[in-house]
């Protein structure tokens, strides 16, 4: 099973993007799921993180702007950011712990979605 994360794009300061991270086929469970990003001079950091039970955690820069939600049907995770800042340029990845049909757990990263926020 593969993750593909998609809608990154090109936005102004203050605009919305809605990312997500879809498995490439039906699992039995998202077990859990991060959002982490790659920023220009630093290194891979957690945006946001959810369980299956809801649970979620969210770097402190991001909080209050960003929401994590995953939808099972959907085998889908997203990341809802609004009020973007130009520091949040970067690209970003989706990671999950998925359990599969054949009841096996897997651990999965996304290939990475670019999102820029332009002053």
């Known amino acids: 099973v593969q993750l593909q994360a998609s809608g990154g794009g090109l936005v102004q300061a203050g605009g919305s993007l809605k990312l997500s991270c879809a498995a490439s086929?039906?699992?039995?469970?998202?077990?859990?799921l991060g959002w982490y990003r790659r920023t220009p001079g630093k290194q891979r950091e957690l945006v946001a993180a959810?369980?299956?039970?809801?649970?979620?955690k969210y770097a402190d820069f991001v909080k209050d702007r960003f929401t994590i939600s995953t939808d099972n049907a959907k085998n889908t995770g997203y990341l809802q950011m609004n009020s973007l800042k130009p520091e949040d340029t970067g690209d970003y990845y989706c990671?999950?712990?998925?359990?599969?049909?054949?009841?096996?757990?897997?651990?999965?990263w996304g290939q990475g979605t670019q999102v820029t926020v332009s002053s």
């Open positions: 959810i369980t299956k039970y809801g649970n979620t």
């Open positions: 086929e039906s699992v039995s469970a998202i077990e859990a």
């Open positions: 990671n999950a712990n998925l359990r599969t049909l054949s009841d096996v757990g897997v651990n999965v």
